[in-house]
């Protein structure tokens, strides 16, 4: 059984996306697997997250909506502001306990964060303290766009700093048109092993429409990382 914490240099990143992939590349493995969305920001019509919505769909567990995203709030703004605003408040224990029941029902569990790594979810707690409470290996997923390689660092940096396992790195492609994209990749690469010998876990390239990015997992690096 296995557990990991995804976070992201920023919003909008990819986390869900590689979120998804890895689920997906977990039940080609022929593993159960659930994806965990603690916090969400943002309802569509139907009242429903799409995050949640994204990693119910690419888990092989049936779960309920509420199973996967036990606080979504209704509006698409920083969540310590969307949980304030429904006079709500985020306890970390309770989401640790949910986790944690998900976690004994399947071989792998795919955490979602909100946001980059250190966003509030209230006065005085943020995503990062809910990453130490789960405990879990952090993935780090690297939106390639210019500014990338200093948000990558300092995020990883903050991961370490507070005790957790960077088990390892996504590039993902969001601005395919970005100047020398390899060219930080590679850089990317030897910064990551050379200061917290983290090792890339894929390379995921612009994808149509919903394309599942798993087929860009690198399968023996993930194998390590779960069978660790
Ligand atoms: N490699 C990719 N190719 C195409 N679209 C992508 C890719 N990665 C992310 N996207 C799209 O960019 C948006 C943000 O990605 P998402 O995974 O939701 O980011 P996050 O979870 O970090 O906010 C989504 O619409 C998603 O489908
Ligand atoms: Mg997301």
Redesign the pocket.
Known sequence: MRSVFIT?T?????????SAALLHWCAQQGWRSAGFKPVAAGLDAAGVN??VQMLRAAGSLALTDAEVGPLQFQAACAPHIAAALEGQTIALPLLVQQAQALATRTDVLVV?GVGGFCVPLGPDVDTADLAVALGYPVIL?V?LRLGCISHALLTAEAIRARGLRLAGWVA???DPQMAHLQANIDTLRHEFQRRHQAPCLGV????MG?AS?ATYLDAAALQKIFSA
């Open positions: 992201g920023d919003t909008e990143v990819g986390k869900t996306r590689v799409e995050d979602e997923v939106g993902n492609t969001i995921v390239p612009r994808l919903s990015a």
